[in-house]
């Protein structure tokens, strides 16, 4: 069960030739990752990495949300809970329930991920099994008891170029200031995403406030303020590298209130008196007020649109956020960007990446948006569709109309710092892929596929980021 | 054109061998049939089939909507009408009719099945057409004179080792208790499906509900003697081996209505005065009853969901229903199910599989939810999906998110006898293709599949089901 | 860079010999073009091609829609404006800088069209590029002022049997006439299209209806003068060979108002008061009015549905419309004709050709309802989706659920008549390709997808749009 070279390619031997003899023009281009959710501290810190539970499974939604949904409950999964509720600390037995149902992960991206991370970060060419399950964890934990295992040197093994991880805009940045103050050279960069800052419903709003005053050290009082403040953050991010905003919203819908409008509504925000209408509204003219910050600061705005989070009440009340209960809802963009695409998508200095779960959007109005607009791109297949076939389809369905130069490349979107290099390679090789059948149907030549693959794998994320 | 044993599979060389390798793991399995529409009466009473005409085309609104797309009046096909008016009773000219026109079939599963049931259990190995119809005619009645095409020993002969009916609540089940009798060892199962029961806007629904409190053996004058019944009446259908419920439902909007809501919707339906809206919330809160039922006597719940029956009127008022002109609509399940599944998604005695016929709804909504909460399945691609094409987009817009071990394998939802093993085939065919394409690219290897493909073609039907 | 006789078949040998083997029957047919924008003085007056820039790119919004969304503004371009902003009018000097950009159009169809243009047309084999781009101008240029470059000589070069225009009711068609009046054989024919006069909240309405009043020589003022004069309009295009009416919708909804109501709505249009509401009521009952009026002249009756006009403000008020930034939406078809098919669909009388952009409506609703109702027929891939991978969504999702012979063969809708013969050789090779997938799954043999590809390519739109 080694890697086999010519992995995820069309089988066909044409085919199969001509995708590797692309993939090989960008094998070992280094990996450029513009939006991820890797802990900064791993790198400032640059501690040993915990046990095989603690650094594969705990951490990964992908992994724990299908033993789930399988029946097994999270508590025997070791999950960290809320409320009390004890959870399994055996990480060995832990372990062996995840062997025992690793057969679960065949077909989907996870699986391929873990086979990739096994044998290519670990040398561990072996399927887990119930079985092997605790020979394996034996030789990880070898591994991870060795300085070639320590997050910076994975990094520089991993040959990563620029690594961006997603921060709060109070954050204080400490273990990137700590990364830049290290001498150790690796480019770690934040990216400012303000969704708890502009979800002025939730009961946790005035905290984010509070902790943004503090950050700017001063009151805010009025929706001026609260614009000062963000532009302030924006400014300090961009001293520590930032290139990006990014921002999570259920709807795309963007809309420019007036000057009374919005100053009544963060007004009710600030007395906890919201409607949910009003909350609504305070995130469309915020998409404004983002988007008109980025042409005035350079910050590349991201915008990831369609997940209605935490839909499983009860395990979100166990086990808090983010715990694969996350689903996707139908999205719409024509009519939702109208407004902010004509006040500023003209615009050449605005770059907005649109990144979305729901690909009916992707022929039907991203590709044709983004194959106008000046301003627009279409960010990397997202969420469940970072997968061979999610990416295929990506393909497919944006290039004949926006081109692929109107994308950024792959986007890892990752808390799994072990899995980047697998979800790198597999990008790169559906692009090598895709292309390949291109050139079998000469419906572009070698030379086009040469420079789109390059572009796919490092120009484009390199160019739309502006990280050289 | 006898049927080639590599048909189905990717023409492309070791793409075929792979896939062949698989289908050959599962070709003689059993066939279970754990949803569809064959009358019981068949299987009781075991007469010979009538002739090739009443066999293979009346009942099948498969073919005759699409002869009639082409302007050919369904009353010259011999489809009986409501209305009185006269039809075709000469079955050989309508078979004519038919074969002359078969040519449209060319590229449809129907036209697949056709060739199949044609070869394989009626050995004629040639195409219809204009000129043969009639000696194919003459070689079809000879088969259906003999004794080894009668209703049971095409049964033994198909393999099939459930196959499960769909019937009204009130139904007395006549038919599956003659077959239980009758000492013949064939399962052949009843399903409980509501719909008529549920439909309170229905002019016909007191009908309905006289037929359930008939079956009951009393009178249903509350919401609560509903339910009471409903329940006694699942315990009946248990008794004569029933292991699920099914409703067909516009949309798949639930919410719990309180005590006083429910009970004041069922008077006013008592009355024949519900307006549309309550209508609606009366089925929203029948999928919440429906599950809290089945979680209790542990009956199977599946819902098909997101089509418009008889959209054509004047088909409907002279035919009746289930004529071919049922069309879908789009649907969502994300926020539909969140009430649902929030009562009863995270509890393991529920299984709720759900069907659709709108695929944006796979990647989107279906996979994501089916790959968190423990109660939930997904269906098989449903009616126009049950396709070469259908079925494999069903597995590469499911599989990477919910994996194979979340979806319940192959339905074959018919009430074409004859056609059973020839849509089990090309399902079994459609998975090793799929499979074999994922071996190719080395995204799961031999051992993967091999698990796989006996899954999907007896395995977790078998298990979700609980049929052993 | 000649053009590879195999190209677009799938690279498996298999499966490219029988994909060739079936489109070597269809290559040589003639081209039936039942729906496009070419400009009918062309082949009237027949006048040489002004130079490159101005034949290919000026008018082609295909192209410069793409350079426009990398950042080249459209002033540089050429395109003329509305407002008497100063463009470029050096057209080498836009040619080159079409040329710096050759590699955005890798993937798209315009970049496969172009090279199929250059060399199938021009003898250009060679890939534009910065450096040849003058030498190729050159040589574009010299073919241009040769007589064998003229419209009619291309014309019938390019070996079309019926090429349709697209015309105001209003229209005198002058230049049909005069094609009629010179002895020239080609048969070019009008196509009624009355978008203009059924949207009544615009501001252009009246200008339009004053056009129809002149056309028709009397005034219109009530709906039925209105009905009258569209009646006499379509009566004088069928004198000019017109067999199609054409409408673009955002929505495909019907409503049949009553005399009342839609004379109500009239009044207030011609007194410049209609709300937003009445406009589209207005459009739902026309579409119904449409449908009444094919059924009594024989015109086919052709909706395209679903995409957003001049999205971009900025862009169309300075540029006009059909400059790139028209963006489709999601609609919606089993709701939205229910009345249309209910009143007229069953009439074989009538021919609904329906187009979309929106891809979600293939599988779920179109091909159902074209599967069902003998009036209604399918168009061809639309727009964004007249690609190789857009064709092959379009048979993949519509074929199984509503035959080939419900579709109309390929619609080229183009301004670009050079661009023709590219269009239609690649809609022969798709469905070669998609054919010859089907064989060699044996799920239909070469006798079947000889008849198919030939419907496809000539038969059904010849008898679609009765041509013969």
């Not at 951490?59 to 009390?84: C, M, N, V």
């Not at 295992?149 to 093994?157: D, I, S, V």
């Amino acid at each position: 069960m080694s890697l086999d070279p010519y992995r995820i390619f069309d089988p066909e031997p044409k085919l199969r030739a001509l995708a590797y003899e692309l993939y090989e023009q960008v094998q070992n281009l280094p990996i450029i990752s513009p939006h991820g959710h890797v802990e900064p501290r791993l790198l400032a810190e640059n501690p040993p990495f915990p046990d095989p539970t603690e650094l594969i499974l705990i951490p990964d939604h992908y992994i724990y949300r299908l033993l789930y949904s399988q029946g097994i409950p999270l508590e025997k999964l070791g999950i960290p809970t809320l409320d009390g509720t004890p959870v399994e600390t055996d990480h060995r037995k832990i372990w062996q329930l995840f062997a025992d149902h690793y057969h679960l992960f065949a077909g989907t991206p996870t699986g391929y991920w873990l086979a990739h991370e096994f044998s290519a970060v670990f040398g561990i060419h072996e399927k887990l099994n119930s079985t092997n399950a605790q020979s394996i964890y034996d030789q990880l934990s070898a591994c991870l008891a060795q300085p070639e295992f320590r997050p910076r040197a994975l990094f520089e093994r991993f040959n990563i170029e620029v690594l961006t991880t997603t921060d709060s805009p109070s954050d204080d940045l400490i273990y990137h200031q700590q990364i830049r103050a290290s001498g150790w050279p690796g480019r770690v960069i934040p990216c400012f995403r303000p969704d708890a800052l502009f979800e002025i419903a939730k009961p946790t709003w005035r905290q984010e406030l509070a902790a943004l005053e503090q950050a700017v050290g001063n009151s805010i009082s009025t929706f001026g303020d609260f614009i000062t403040a963000l532009e302030k953050r924006r400014a300090y991010f961009k001293t520590l590298g930032a290139v990006s905003t990014d921002q999570g919203i259920e709807t795309a819908y963007t809309q420019k209130l007036s000057q009374n409008e919005i100053d009544s509504i963060f007004q009710h925000a600030l007395k906890g008196n919201v409607t949910p209408q009003e909350a609504q509204l305070f995130i469309a003219h915020m998409l404004m007020e983002m988007a008109r910050m980025s042409i005035e600061d350079g910050l590349v705005m991201q915008i990831h649109v369609g997940v209605l989070r935490d839909h499983n009440r009860q395990v979100y009340s166990r086990f808090g956020a983010n715990k694969g209960c996350d689903i996707p809802i139908p999205t719409e963009f024509t009519r939702n960007l109208y407004e902010l695409l004509n006040a500023y998508g003209n615009d050449p200095r605005l770059t907005l990446v649109v990144f979305t779960a729901d690909e009916t959007n992707y022929a039907r109005e991203l590709a044709p948006l983004a194959g106008h607009y000046p301003a627009m791109r279409l960010g990397a297949a997202w969420w469940f569709h970072d997968s061979f076939q999610g990416m295929l389809r990506f393909r497919e369905m944006m290039t004949e109309t926006a081109s692929i130069y109107n994308t950024v490349g792959f986007t890892d979107d990752t808390r799994a710092f072990c899995s980047i290099p697998a979800r790198h390679d597999l990008a790169r090789r559906v692009d090598a892929t895709f292309l390949a059948r291109l050139v079998g149907r000469h419906l572009i030549d070698m030379e086009d596929a040469s420079r789109m693959i390059r572009a796919l794998a490092y120009d484009l994320p390199q160019k739309v980021y502006k990280l050289n």
